[in-house]
């Protein structure tokens, strides 16, 4: 046997092959990749990693691929930026922004989507789709197009017009779905069971999930193989929030790092916070939100279905999970453009009004080593922003009429 073990259940602990297949048969829990962790501790460098491809498949040795992968398409390993600006503002000392937004198509989902599509390619499937909110569609759309394979996209009928756009100019068949990501997420399901299609969030979910642990590997190899003290990630499914768990408790299982706690606090937006919800109540049981209503369209899945595991996480590591209002979400993107000259969609700007509530309560400490992760580009959910920005100053094309603008309409200036 290799590396990878095979599937196992997280709830009986059963063991599965490596097939096609995400749940349990025996008691519904999900599925999810096992590995020999003592054979890669024994193969495994921080030399081989750092001569490795400068993309997510630098961890390979902890992804669940056979094959070397095709990396002319550079997925991951994005920046790491020191925010002291930001930070300032906050009144945190050491704060770092991951900055996601920069990859093929602009969220972290090409890294999911990444792992995906190199599995639906050992398994021989000629058709991959998924349920989206949106980013995902895009880098599915992204990925089946570079590989030549039929792709379809789901998505709720009501997201933004420029994720439409941003997943159709892939030419992959869009279809959107009248309701909720929940109820298309379930047509999937049934979908998923009647054509032999790679769903990559349905039957492929064990492996297309391990694909953001690779946003934990890279911040403790860009940290100098250390790890964070706190990290803030935004909650969708959860899974994000979970990997990032596993990527870091991983890499003290193979020898990577030096084992050291990390608390882990989750963000939501407040018109679709089932989990920090739950957090608030005290309880592991999630209440699904039925009619998820926030401008963070990519984060509204009113039933998550990691948001149990996402309540351990984060009670046992010690963190927090906060829900923001609307308001504060166009101020956390206003605040990360102004002070770090980063553009977050929505998602980025639930990760930053989270980050300045959990800051201001004293959850995230000032002396913490702290990492935001910005998960998606704010040139996907322009509209947010409409009418929250000062207009521009409206001149002739004379000095006289410039010169008579500033004076009057911007003091910043005069
Ligand atoms: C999908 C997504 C998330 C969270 O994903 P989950 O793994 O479902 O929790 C966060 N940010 C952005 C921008 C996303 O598109
Ligand atoms: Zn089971």
């Known amino acids: 046997m290799g590396r990878i073990r095979g599937l196992t259940c997280r709830e009986c602990k059963r063991a599965y092959p490596l097939t096609p297949t995400h749940v349990c048969e025996f008691c519904f829990g999900p599925l999810e990749v096992e590995y020999d962790y003592e054979r890669i501790r024994a193969g495994t460098s921080r030399e081989r990693v750092a001569a490795g491809p400068l993309s997510l ?11 070397g992968e095709d990396d002319s398409w550079r997925v991951g390993f994005t920046p790491l930026q020191r925010a002291d600006n930001l930070g300032r503002a906050l009144g945190l000392r050491e704060l770092y922004v991951k900055n996601d937004s920069v990859n093929p198509t602009f969220s972290f989902k090409d ?18 789709a998924c349920a989206s909110t949106g980013n995902l569609a895009a880098a599915v759309a992204a990925a089946g197009a570079k590989a030549g394979l039929r792709t379809f996209v789901f998505v709720p009928y009501d997201i933004e017009q420029s994720k439409i756009v941003n997943a159709a100019v892939y030419g992959a ?10 109820e298309l997420n379930r047509l999937c399901s049934e979908i998923a069971d009647r054509q032999r299609w790679a769903f990559f969030n349905i039957n492929l979910r064990p492996y297309y999930s391990e694909g953001s642990k690779s946003l934990a590997f890279e911040v403790a190899e860009q940290l100098g193989w250390r790890l964070p003290d706190h990290v803030v990630v935004p909650i969708a499914s959860g899974s994000l929030l979970t990997k990032i768990a596993k990527g870091f408790r991983e890499l003290e299982k193979v020898g990577l790092v030096e084992p050291k706690p990390v608390r882990i606090s989750g963000a939501q937006p407040a018109g679709c916070a089932p989990v920090a919800q739950a957090f608030a109540a005290g309880t592991l049981n999630v209440r699904p939100v039925r009619h998820p209503n926030t401008i963070a369209k990519s984060l509204a899945i009113g039933n998550p279905a990691d948001g149990y595991y996402v309540l351990q996480v984060v009670k046992q590591t010690g963190g927090a999970i906060a829900a923001v209002e609307e308001e504060e979400i166009v101020a956390g993107m206003r605040l990360l453009a102004q002070s770090e000259g980063i553009f977050t969609e ?36 322009q509209e947010a922003l409409y009418g929250h920005l000062s207009a521009p100053l409206s001149v002739e094309p004379t000095v006289e009429s410039f010169e008579e603008a500033i004076a009057n309409h911007a003091p910043a200036y005069a």
Do not use: C, H, S
Request: no cysteine.
């Open 173 to 182: 068949q869009i279809v959107a779905v009248k309701g909720t990501y929940d």
């Open 346 to 381: 929505t998602a980025g700007g639930v990760t930053v009004a989270t980050l300045k509530r959990l800051a201001e309560r004293g959850v995230v400490r000032p002396d913490e080593l702290t990492v935001a992760y910005v998960t998606g580009n704010g040139l996907k959910t």
């Open 111 to 128: 890294r999911v989507v990444a792992v995906a599509i190199a599995k639906a390619k050992e398994f021989g499937f000629d058709t991959i």
């Open 57 to 67: 498949w630098r961890y390979r040795d902890l992804l669940p691929v056979e094959r």
